[in-house]
């Protein structure tokens, strides 16, 4: 299979997010529970020497996510926020006209107040349109981003080590290469056809060089919904000369998808495998999208406490993600204030309990003991094993078995967790209940 990863699906590629995660990432322990580290581009050509010496002592294979639906908003990288810096030297890092025809534009931005509205959708989102879609700067970048993804890091390593390259290593290079996607709402949106162009440079790129490349489907779960556009989506992805399909549904989040998206998305990914004998490789996903392993999924990409959904426009966050319990048997997060109060009103707590080693050490087999739990690197720690954990369940387990076992946690837990006073809020409010894992069975049972 094209992800050129050892081993079964599905596959659990990490997100890599902050240099403060590198510690776990990098933890002998941590490091046998996942198969890949997914790194942004952006953030490749911001920390250019650190990641790949990184990646270099890290020795686990990796992807670079090209991170190109950035420029789809001239505010991503002309404003004062947000990812403008990164922006602008990874456009640098893509070179050729493209990067000439960013600097100008961020330039211009500046004094062109007409040239993008408060919305994203509105006129500044035609004008990038505009200055993206001439042919040569598409080729432009589909060229570069597949040069940058498959020379920097070891460019910079062999830089770094010079001719005292330890024998034991080799240089790092992608397990496979990602070709550049724009966001679009439909295949009618002009921006379908300026990425069918995009991805038609780059996969020229990749082939001069005899290197895989993965296309890279970024659009909303509604196109999976209709028959023309699914089909449409089918057709191209079955002409593309690689065997994983990746996938990114905007927003699409596994407590908040209704029935029909799930079924939609779970008929997408079993038509590739069916049709073109193509698995998907989810870029955000978690618990529910291996579920659909035996359709055809090959794995899933996230952070280490976020990152199971993404919305394409939200420029990322300040700070650090919150704090957040993962619960093995909900397979989703609660916030800790919210996973303390669980604790202490469902009966037998003890059933609720991880028996992974962080959990084992910091609860000492006593539920109550959860608040010690609240330091970022034990629950990202606690995250990686239970997702690990998931991943090993899959692959032995028949569906039927294993949407049963979430039918069982959500008669058992669902009317006490949805009655719990929400303490975070003034009014009465309650914490979120379980529905989705009905949804997810429901969903995945249907004939
Ligand atoms: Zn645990």
């Known amino acids: 299979?094209?992800?050129?990863?050892?081993?079964?699906?599905?596959?659990?590629?990490?997100?890599?997010?902050?240099?403060?995660?590198?510690?776990?990432?990098?933890?002998?322990?941590?490091?046998?529970?996942?198969?890949?580290?997914?790194?942004?581009?952006?953030?490749?050509?911001?920390?250019?020497?650190?990641?790949?010496?990184?990646?270099?002592?890290?020795?686990?294979?990796?992807?670079?996510?090209?991170?190109?639906?950035?420029?789809?908003?001239?505010?991503?990288?002309?404003?004062?926020?947000?990812?403008?810096?990164?922006?602008?030297?990874?456009?640098?890092?893509?070179?050729?006209?493209?990067?000439?025809?960013?600097?100008?534009?961020?330039?211009?931005?500046?004094?062109?107040?007409?040239?993008?509205?408060?919305?994203?959708?509105?006129?500044?989102?035609?004008?990038?349109?505009?200055?993206?879609?001439?042919?040569?700067?598409?080729?432009?970048?589909?060229?570069?981003?597949?040069?940058?993804?498959?020379?920097?890091?070891?460019?910079?390593v062999r830089r770094l080590v010079g001719r005292y390259v330890a024998v034991s290593r080799t240089l790092p290079t992608p397990a496979v290469l990602l070709a550049p996607y724009f966001y679009f709402k439909s295949v009618r949106d002009p921006w379908y056809a300026a990425c069918v162009t995009l991805q038609g440079a780059a996969l020229d790129e990749a082939q001069r060089r005899g290197t895989q490349i993965l296309p890279v489907?970024?659009?909303?779960?509604?196109?999976?919904?209709?028959?023309?556009?699914?089909?449409?989506?089918?057709?191209?992805?079955?002409?593309?000369?690689?065997?994983?399909?990746?996938?990114?549904?905007?927003?699409?989040?596994?407590?908040?998808?209704?029935?029909?998206?799930?079924?939609?998305?779970?008929?997408?990914?079993?038509?590739?495998?069916?049709?073109h004998k193509k698995q998907t490789l989810m870029l955000y996903g978690g618990y529910m999208c291996m579920l659909m392993t035996g359709n055809g999924l090959a794995g899933v990409s996230h952070g280490m406490l976020y990152g199971e959904h993404k919305e394409v426009r939200r420029l990322p966050p300040g700070g650090p993600p919150p704090d957040r319990y993962y619960f093995p048997l909900f397979h989703d997060f609660r916030k800790m204030s919210h996973?303390?109060?669980?604790?202490?009103?469902?009966?037998?707590?003890?059933?609720?309990?991880?028996?992974?080693?962080?959990?084992?050490?910091?609860?000492?087999?006593d539920p109550r003991n959860l608040p010690l739990m609240w330091r970022t690197a034990a629950l990202k720690r606690h995250f990686l094993q239970a997702r690990n954990n998931e991943k090993e369940a899959t692959r032995g387990t028949a569906l039927p078995e294993a949407l049963d076992a979430l039918r069982v946690t959500y008669e058992r837990y669902n009317d006490t967790v949805r009655a719990i006073p929400n303490p975070d809020t003034r009014d009465l409010q309650f914490l979120p209940d379980l529905e989705y894992l009905r949804k997810w069975a429901t969903a995945l049972s249907a004939p």
């Not at 909303?220 to 057709?235: I, K, P, S």
């Not at 699409?252 to 939609?264: H, L, T, V």
């Not at 202490?344 to 609860?363: A, H, N």
Request: charge should be negative; glycine fraction near 8%; hydrophobic fraction near 45%.
């Open 217 to 275: 489907i970024c659009t909303q779960v509604a196109c999976l919904e209709e028959a023309f556009q699914r089909e449409a989506l089918l057709a191209d992805c079955g002409r593309w000369p690689a065997d994983v399909v990746v996938l990114w549904l905007n927003g699409f989040s596994q407590s908040g998808a209704q029935e029909p998206q799930i079924r939609a998305l779970a008929d997408f990914v079993g038509e590739l495998h069916a049709q």
């Open 1 to 156: 299979m094209s992800l050129n990863l050892p081993g079964e699906p599905p596959f659990t590629l990490l997100r890599y997010g902050m240099p403060a995660d590198k510690d776990i990432i990098a933890d002998p322990a941590i490091k046998a529970l996942y198969d890949a580290i997914v790194i942004p581009a952006h953030i490749l050509a911001f920390f250019h020497e650190a990641l790949p010496a990184f990646l270099y002592g890290l020795e686990k294979p990796y992807i670079v996510d090209p991170m190109t639906y950035m420029y789809q908003s001239v505010r991503s990288y002309s404003d004062e926020w947000g990812t403008r810096r990164s922006a602008r030297k990874l456009a640098e890092a893509y070179g050729g006209e493209f990067a000439r025809m960013v600097a100008e534009a961020a330039e211009s931005h500046g004094t062109d107040v007409q040239g993008e509205g408060r919305s994203a959708e509105g006129s500044g989102e035609q004008r990038t349109l505009r200055l993206l879609n001439p042919e040569n700067i598409l080729a432009s970048l589909g060229r570069g981003c597949v040069v940058f993804q498959d020379e920097v890091v070891a460019d910079v």
């Open 339 to 365: 996973a303390v109060r669980i604790m202490q009103e469902v009966d037998s707590p003890v059933d609720l309990m991880c028996e992974c080693p962080i959990c084992s050490e910091v609860l000492a087999g």
